[in-house]
């Protein structure tokens, strides 16, 4: 039965900016991207990353397409249709013991879109990204056809592919190898840290102990507690620590409506982030975490983005490369709290070894990444002015939460640009596949 | 429990079978697109359903398939605990009233044909000494409401029916469940745009397997619908004739 789209809003997890798109939605994922400009599954990037580049460039809606097509239990090799969610993996293999290779802070997104942001988690360190661990893609590429690319086939486009945000074709089928976990339940650590100092040095000896790390910033601190904040470490527990009980379903609210914008004002933020900070009392805590509440803290709240009001939020995510000092960091969270910049949600994570993907966002280095409130005015030029010193400490961005960066900050901070748009034009030269974030940042044609 | 499931391919069916994979029932497929119920069967298989999942055509649309594929679904799975019916044709009503060839076909397979296959299936139940019909009708079904009247007939007569296979055989271990889902965000209402109280398939599957276990003779899935519909079927007609819902 051919397919009609049908037109409804569009926007990113930051809800903003929004399009009144059309769009394509089917079980069948090769009928839904025939006619597509782009494929998007649950919408979790910040910004403009799964957008039609024009209101009138119909996208295709993966996740009806989420069936798991084949695993084998002796190598962990599963494969499964684009539109399968995290969520669903979880369920089905948490408790039979198996684990996806790298998870990012949500649950709430497609195999097709962890593909295409080549997502990383707090085990990066370790096991870098999820590309890494990426075997094999079935992709539609712009000419229609549908094929098969990996490390031995097309491997051009598959580099280009991990990470490319969904422009060098529709991804319809991953294969990848799941990770056998010891128990389903995360044994965890978590210490209050008093400056940026001791956050950083404490991110890098955790990383010699520690298969995963992560840390929280408080936003509103300065001066002698700038870079204040926790961090958090976990591996997974020894069947002899975990409980005998698989982790049960977490019960989940939701945010019932947009709040006002007075909601998200220098006080409440003030507030929740000294809140949080002083939540952990003790200087040191452990034991046995769920692994929602350690992998997915903010899952429990659905909608949560309607906090930020109608304007809206993005995420600025930068990574700083490998410095002999804490300089880098500290010039950018002195960058940010001098620029005005007022974060509801900080995190740091030390980063390992660069990835497979052409366009892979880690590095060696230190990523930090905070979220906050739209202002029309202030937020370009706050998102500028730190473009700026990310470029003059060699770092980059991460695509997957822009929305405001300007194509010459992008080209100036990503040289791998090339060789990427090299790949993507001997695929597709007119640039049929493109995406909101490709006109603004690559002058697609809207 | 041993389950079949008629409509795994798609939406609702898919997620019910699915949760019930999760638990690790057994389960047998039936449909009428075969290559596509062999992946949906391979999806059931690694959710955790005890394998192998096998699984037998049967065509809503063909009433003569109903008895075959259920003797199929004996056979393979010895006893049968529950028989699970999310099978049916969708449109608008104005599709439905520009197009009298499609309103005859879905009215015959929503309708007739269902009944039909839930008469199958109750002799086989019954003669195994009892067991579960969970059948997929719809909130469509409660009052004659402009956007699903055809849609909302078939689903009316649906209803009734269930209701009173429930009235008779309960005693004699035939426990039948009405499913009666509001909005649900699957293909099917895909276009639609979504009401207040919208559903996801994970969320109305978690309920549903809740009320076969249970055996509640009816559900309203996601249950705001419960009370949406208990306003709605008492509103009186001078309403009914100037809202749009």
Redesign the interface.
């Known amino acids: 039965m051919p397919q009609?789209p049908?037109r409804?809003k569009i926007a990113g997890w930051g809800r903003y900016p929004v399009v009144d798109g059309l769009?394509y939605?089917?079980?069948n994922l090769e009928t839904a991207t025939e006619k597509a400009t782009l494929s998007r599954g649950l919408g979790r990037s910040y910004g403009d990353a799964s957008l039609p580049a024009r209101a009138d460039f119909p996208v295709a809606?993966t996740t009806?397409a989420d069936?798991?097509?084949?695993?084998d239990a002796n190598t962990g090799v599963?494969r499964a249709e684009a539109g399968a969610s995290l969520l669903?993996l979880n369920?089905?293999f948490l408790r039979?013991g198996w684990f996806v290779p790298v998870s990012p802070g949500t649950q709430f997104v497609t195999l097709g879109g962890m593909v295409a942001s080549d997502v990383h988690g707090k085990n990066h360190h370790v096991d870098g990204c999820f590309g890494e661990h990426v075997r094999s893609l079935k992709l539609r590429v712009a000419d229609g056809r549908i094929l098969e690319c990996s490390d031995t086939s097309e491997r051009e486009l598959f580099l280009a592919t991990i990470g490319g945000m969904g422009l060098t074709g529709h991804i319809l089928e991953v294969e990848f190898t799941m990770r056998r976990i010891a128990s389903p339940w995360i044994w965890g650590e978590s210490e209050r840290i008093e400056c940026l100092d001791a956050m950083i040095a404490g991110l890098k000896e955790a990383a010699q102990q520690w298969p995963m790390t992560v840390g929280w910033v408080d936003c509103i601190a300065r001066g002698a507690n700038l870079g204040r904040g926790i961090l958090m470490k976990g591996r997974w527990a020894t069947p002899d620590e975990a409980p005998e009980a698989p982790p049960s379903i977490k019960g989940r609210f939701r945010v019932p409506m947009e709040f006002p914008g007075i909601a998200l004002c220098r006080p409440t933020m003030k507030a929740f982030n000294l809140a949080y900070y002083w939540k952990h009392f003790q200087k040191v805590r452990h034991g046995i975490v769920h692994p929602d509440s350690f992998f997915y803290p903010l899952d429990m709240l659905d909608d949560w983005n309607l906090i930020y009001g109608r304007r809206g939020f993005t995420q600025y995510q930068c990574v700083l490369p490998k410095a002999d000092d804490n300089g880098p960091a500290r010039r950018f969270l002195e960058r940010f709290v001098s620029a005005g910049g007022m974060g509801f949600l900080c995190v740091i994570k030390d980063c390992g070894a660069e990835g497979k993907g052409m366009l892979s966002f880690p590095r060696p280095g230190i990523s930090i990444a905070m979220d906050f409130p739209i202002h029309a005015q202030k937020t370009p030029r706050l998102i500028d002015r730190l473009n700026e010193l990310v470029i003059a400490e060699g770092g980059r961005i991460y695509l997957t939460k822009d929305t405001f960066t300007k194509p010459k900050h992008f080209l100036a901070m990503e040289p791998r640009w090339e060789a990427f748009n090299a790949v993507r034009r001997k695929w597709d030269p007119d640039a049929r596949i493109r995406s909101a974030l490709s006109a603004r940042l690559l002058g697609d044609m809207q | 429990m041993n389950a079949v499931v008629f409509g795994a391919?798609?939406?609702m069916g898919?997620a019910v079978a699915?949760e019930l994979a999760?638990r690790g029932d057994r389960l047998f497929l039936v449909g009428h697109v075969v290559d596509q119920l062999a992946?949906?069967a391979?999806?059931i298989e690694?959710?955790?359903a005890k394998a192998p999942v096998r699984t037998a055509y049967c065509d809503l649309l063909d009433p003569g398939t109903f008895g075959p594929a259920l003797d199929r679904a004996q056979q393979e799975l010895g006893n049968i605990d529950a028989v699970i019916v999310t099978a049916g044709l969708f449109g608008s009503q104005e599709e439905l009233e520009h197009d009298p060839a499609f309103a005859a076909r879905l009215l015959t397979a929503n309708f007739t044909n269902t009944v039909l296959f839930c008469e199958e299936a109750r002799r086989r139940l019954l003669a195994a000494g009892g067991g579960t019909l969970c059948v997929f009708s719809s909130v469509a079904g409660d009052r004659g409401r402009k956007p699903v009247i055809l849609y909302g007939a078939a689903k009316a007569g649906l209803s009734r029916y269930l209701e009173g296979l429930d009235h008779k055989f309960r005693s004699a271990g035939l426990k039948t469940v009405c499913v009666k889902p509001g909005f649900v965000k699957?293909?099917m209402t895909?276009?639609l745009?979504p009401p207040p109280f919208a559903g996801t398939p994970d969320a109305v599957a978690r309920r549903v397997v809740k009320a076969i276990d249970r055996g509640w003779p009816e559900v309203y899935v996601p249950w705001p619908w419960s009370w949406v519909m208990r306003i709605i079927r008492h509103l009186p007609r001078f309403c009914m004739r100037r809202i749009g819902f």
């Open positions: 009609q049908f409804s769009q939605k089917s079980e809606d009806l069936r798991l097509l084949s695993f599963l669903q369920r089905a039979r | 391919s798609r939406g898919r699915r999760l992946i949906s391979g999806d690694i959710h955790g699957t293909g895909s276009g745009k």
